[in-house]
């Protein structure tokens, strides 16, 4: 992958994963039970620069490519705690990228600024309790009166929706105009009537994920991001790098699981022999690291193509599509090469197969991706970017 990543990069490689090591992978098992995320992380995150790897060095970034993103996202998915993962990332990668994107100089000094040092956490707000994927369904409202907003409505799946100290949310100001009249806000967490109630994850553990409530909440007008009525094409717009961020944990979860279960074939023994002889799950597992090889190249080819500045939404769309469908059953057989242990907490393929499960679903499901696909290929539908 030498066409991809340089020395410094590599470098950057094992300076992140030395740190995971030293200051995240000792607190993961409590964070994993608790489901709590403990402050101080973020601030270290911060301090290392962690979460200005793509943003303007005037807020404290380091305007890196998008080969340093990769690193950060693979380097996160094998410390085995995929929760914690989006925790960072869904702070870095999506709330922060509309504050950057769509933010006014105010806004960036006031929350890009403070959310690159570790100081303020974000979360994005799109999904709704009755719309799911279809964000152009949604029933957020932000009436203008005078010099302020009133948001109404609620949204759910929201990752760090608790640990916020800022929301990044989209709501409509014309419900008349469908998706033409959604705008995108920043809401202070602590406003009176905003709420938050944690929900209770099959995987994903150490993730914070809330349902929020907006009841009556004022916002000043200036906390309108961007133009108002360009909410849908500002979401629309950075699709493509959450599709990719999602893909691209897809292969690097499956990588980890395949190094970890050969790794263990080439220990346990049956029959007189590890079980890494055996036919059956040499060429199951070679087919495996196989699918799981050829979603990496893909993954990466699109994101060189996204760092020079092409529209890669169909290319971001097939790798989620793909790669989160490939982690899925890596993974499921990688359990099963375990046998009974792979079923035992104490092992890492439990907790893995369970956070593996939220690749075809979030960001996006596989039904919603394939459909979008369709108009693509079939029905010759041409999507241009949504904002120059």
């Not at 608790?162 to 033409?180: F, R, S």
């Not at 996204?306 to 097939?318: I, Q």
Request: aromatic share 12%; glycine share 8%; hydrophobic share 40%.
């Amino acid at each position: 992958m030498s066409i991809y990543f340089t020395e410094e990069h590599e470098m950057f490689r094992a300076s992140f994963r030395d740190f995971l090591q030293k200051e995240v992978v000792p607190h993961i098992e409590k964070w994993e039970k608790t489901g709590t995320i403990e402050r101080f992380i973020w601030k270290k995150f911060g301090e290392m620069g962690f979460f200005g790897i793509r943003y303007p060095e005037a807020y404290g970034g380091m305007n890196l490519d998008l080969f340093y993103t990769v690193i950060f996202l693979e380097e996160l998915q094998k410390i085995n705690s995929a929760g914690f993962a989006a925790a960072m990332w869904a702070h870095s990668y999506l709330a922060m990228t509309h504050l950057n994107a769509e933010g006014d100089d105010r806004i960036k000094q006031d929350y890009l600024a403070p959310s690159i040092s570790g100081d303020k956490i974000g979360a994005l707000c799109i999904t709704e309790p009755f719309g799911g994927s279809d964000v152009a369904g949604m029933r957020t409202i932000a009436e203008k009166k005078g010099d302020k907003y009133i948001i109404n409505g609620s949204k759910t799946f929201i990752t760090n929706g608790v640990y916020a100290d800022y929301y990044v949310v989209a709501a409509k100001t014309n419900v008349e105009l469908g998706n033409k009249g959604i705008s995108i806000f920043l809401i202070d967490t602590n406003l009176k009537g905003v709420s938050a109630t944690k929900l209770d994850k099959l995987g994903w553990r150490a993730s914070d994920t809330a349902e929020i409530a907006f009841d009556n909440v004022e916002i000043p007008v200036e906390n309108l991001m961007g133009e108002e009525g360009k909410g849908f094409p500002y979401i629309m717009q950075h699709f493509a790098l959450e599709r990719l961020i999602m893909a691209i944990n897809a292969h690097a979860r499956a990588e980890y699981a395949i190094n970890y279960t050969i790794d263990y074939m080439s220990q346990r023994e049956a029959f007189g022999k590890t079980i890494n002889k055996f036919q059956a799950l040499r060429h199951k597992m070679v087919e495996h690291a196989t699918d799981v090889e050829h979603c990496k190249v893909f993954n990466y080819a699109a994101v060189a193509r996204l760092d020079k500045g092409e529209y890669v939404v169909k290319e971001a769309t097939m790798a989620k599509l793909k790669s989160t469908k490939v982690a899925d059953e890596t993974i499921y057989s990688c359990l099963q090469f375990l046998g009974g242990y792979g079923y035992m907490e104490e092992y890492p393929l439990a907790r893995l197969s369970r956070d593996s499960r939220l690749g075809p679903i979030g960001g996006g499901t596989s039904e919603i991706l394939k459909e979008i696909l369709s108009k693509m290929i079939i029905d010759n539908q041409d999507y241009k970017p949504a904002v120059k």
